[in-house]
């Protein structure tokens, strides 16, 4: 399982009225990691590669974030089968104690006709 990690920064613009990082922000959070992670796995692919959509998140809360915390974004592609994944983003503060975590399904679409299409060999081969 090929695990991604990168860090971002709690700015003052992600706090909500109740004093820590909105919901939505995560969510923002958990996107970034995804993409980041896949133009990572294929900064070096030639061929035309399909495109992802998602079909579906869930995100546990389980901590609050606060403003000037530096946290882990840790993702990796848990499970592949024809067009689907599911991906798995966990959020991490500065004591590593886990704060949210998601699980997002994503759908594999053909870049000419945009419908789905199943996953090739190679793709999935980056997730191991």
Aim: net charge negative; glycine share 4%; hydrophobic share 35%.
């Amino acid at each position: 399982m090929n695990r991604f990690r990168i860090t971002t920064q709690v700015l003052p613009e992600h706090i909500d009225n109740l004093g820590h990082v909105n919901n939505v922000q995560y969510l923002y959070w958990v996107q970034t990691a995804a993409h980041t992670h896949w133009k990572e796995l294929t900064n070096i692919i030639k061929e035309p590669i399909g495109v992802w959509v998602v079909r579906s998140h869930s995100i546990i809360y389980k901590n609050e974030a606060f403003e000037g915390e530096t946290l882990t974004l840790e993702t990796y592609v848990k499970e592949s089968r024809g067009a689907l994944s599911e991906r798995i983003v966990e959020i991490y503060n500065p004591e590593q104690i886990l704060l949210a975590q998601c699980s997002t399904q994503w759908c594999y679409l053909d870049t000419i006709n945009q419908k789905p299409t199943t996953i090739p060999h190679s793709i999935l081969e980056l997730f191991e």
